[in-house]
């Protein structure tokens, strides 16, 4: 398999373990890391080994505060939401952690047909969502071409006043030419998770001799695809598997890497924990407590305050709920994981029938009502990809007064789009209350009556798609 010209494993297990090492780091040390990322300037993987050593209850306080001012900074009260939307579970892989491996006879099989996959996307326009990651097992038969084509197909599902808008990617690792293909096809953000970056654990995890089984072309996945022109890229470790410390560190230096060869860190972050599985129990594998994962959030948020942190639905709600607040950007909602789980859909889950067990299967409009009660502002703005505003330059606009301008401006249309097609009458008060709210917030902004103004265009004349 080919990686990209001068590929480099730049996870060194020694060092990073190294660093997590000794008496904890003095408190000025602590708080001198704490400042700079206040800054909104991102942190070296010594500097984040700094604030992950310390065990001060007062450090640790001071550390979740600033990751909850750096969520009202950087992200404001805006919260992104999306649906993944599973595509086939066909797998040529044995994960020992994940219920699509190969050698799970219990797993039941399924690749969408093209009718199949529309049906799913008219079910998720129908409850609102404008924003969707495709998901797939790792099989020849996903090749690009296949995966390219399942986009277009998505892309051009109209149901009502229903669109797509953006569609993400969760595949297996392609080659340079592969991840053209899918570019073409206009996708959003492309995530591959490294699930571990200890090379010890890798290689226990993931069957010798499997595809997934070569960590480096892993590693370089995303690489490649940068130089193939997708400039939106994801990273994420599976939380669970290996000692949490050193997942956060081996994270921070995959964005470092990137940012110091690219010129572009990652877009996004994700940071699912281990899920019962079909066949797969979690507690023979390793975990993570409540405590250590509010950790990982809130330090994850200092060390690279400009990327998006992805918090999705195996956390149960009332956990959801609470973590917010240390700097997730994205959630999904209303997700079903079952192939097909759209159109079947079953109050209870069916668990040979997906991947692993999700924690908070709570309809769209729950989550919406909840996060408005809450104050946040529930976004299904895709204005930035499909503007130009991506990678590079994406990272040029996430200055102070861009939010003002663009990010809740275009949260507002969304979310006023969503109470007038979709919500429930309780949300749509609720909703209609917040954007009131918000436009007292956002006080005399230039474009206030123009903002206004296209509200009343949604709500009165039924435009859409109204974005600044
Ligand atoms: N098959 C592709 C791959 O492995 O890269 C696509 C990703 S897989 C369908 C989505 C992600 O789910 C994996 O990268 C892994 O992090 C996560 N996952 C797998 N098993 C899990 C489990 N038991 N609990 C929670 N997350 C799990
Ligand atoms: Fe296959 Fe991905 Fe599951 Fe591994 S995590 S068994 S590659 S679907």
């Given amino acids: ?5 001068g590929a480099v494993d730049f996870i060194d297990d020694a060092y990073l373990s190294s660093l997590l090492e000794g008496p904890a780091p003095d408190r000025e040390t602590v708080q001198d890391v704490i400042a700079k990322s206040l800054e909104k300037e991102p942190l070296t993987v010594e500097e984040t080994a700094a604030l992950l050593r310390t065990e001060d209850p007062g450090l640790l306080e001071m550390i979740f505060g600033a990751a909850r001012t750096l969520k009202e900074t950087v992200y ?33 099989r399924r690749t969408l047909t093209p009718d199949e996959l529309r049906d799913q996307v008219e079910r998720l326009e129908d409850a609102g969502h404008k924003r969707l990651i495709l998901v797939f097992g790792e099989h020849p038969k996903y090749d690009a071409e296949f995966i390219a084509e399942q986009v277009r197909t998505v892309y051009g599902v109209r149901k009502g006043r229903g669109e797509i808008r953006r569609v993400n990617i969760n595949a297996a690792p392609m080659d340079v030419e592969g991840y053209r293909t899918i570019k073409a ?3 959003g953000t492309y995530q591959i998770f490294q699930e571990t970056y200890h090379h010890g654990t890798y290689r226990r995890v993931h069957a010798r001799g499997s595809r997934k ?24 470790v599976l939380f669970g598997l290996h000692d949490w410390r050193f997942e956060v560190l081996g994270l921070v230096a995959h964005a470092v890497y990137l940012r110091g060869r690219y010129g572009v860190g ?14 797969v129990e979690p507690a023979g594998m390793g975990s993570i407590a409540d405590d250590d994962f509010r950790r990982v959030i809130a330090t994850l948020r200092l060390a690279v305050p400009y990327t998006g942190l992805i918090l999705t639905a195996r956390e149960p709600a009332r956990l959801r709920r609470e973590l917010l607040a240390l700097g997730v950007s994205q959630i999904d909602a209303g997700s079903r994981i079952e192939i097909g789980g759209y159109t079947y859909r079953d109050a ?9 067990e999700l924690g908070d299967t709570r309809s769209l409009d729950a989550v919406m009502r909840e996060l408005i009660e809450d104050g946040y502002l529930p976004s299904f703005c895709t204005a930035c990809y499909r503007l130009g505003r991506t990678g590079e330059h994406f990272m040029e606009f996430a200055v102070p007064g861009f939010i003002k301008r663009y990010c809740t401006p275009n949260a507002l249309m969304t979310l006023q789009e969503y109470l007038a097609d979709y919500a429930s009458p309780g949300t749509r008060a609720a909703g209609e209350a917040l954007i009131r709210a918000e436009l007292e917030r956002l006080g005399p902004a230039a474009d206030r009556d123009e903002i206004e103004n296209r509200l009343a265009r949604i709500r009165a004349a039924g435009e859409r798609d109204l974005i600044f």
């Fill in 1 to 5: 398999m080919k990686t990209s010209p």
């Fill in 266 to 279: 990652p877009h996004t972050i994700s940071f699912p924990r281990l899920r019962p599985a079909s066949g």
């Fill in 213 to 236: 089984g070569d960590y480096a072309y892993r590693l370089d996945g995303l690489s490649r695809a940068l130089e193939a022109g997708c400039d939106d890229v994801g990273i994420g």
């Fill in 185 to 187: 096809a206009g996708i």
């Fill in 348 to 356: 209870r889950q069916v668990r040979d029938r997906e991947q692993f």
């Fill in 76 to 108: 404001g009260n805006r919260i992104v939401l999306f649906a993944p939307l599973y595509v086939g579970n066909d797998c040529v892989n044995d994960c020992v952690y994940c219920g699509f491996r190969r050698s799970n006879p219990l797993a039941v």
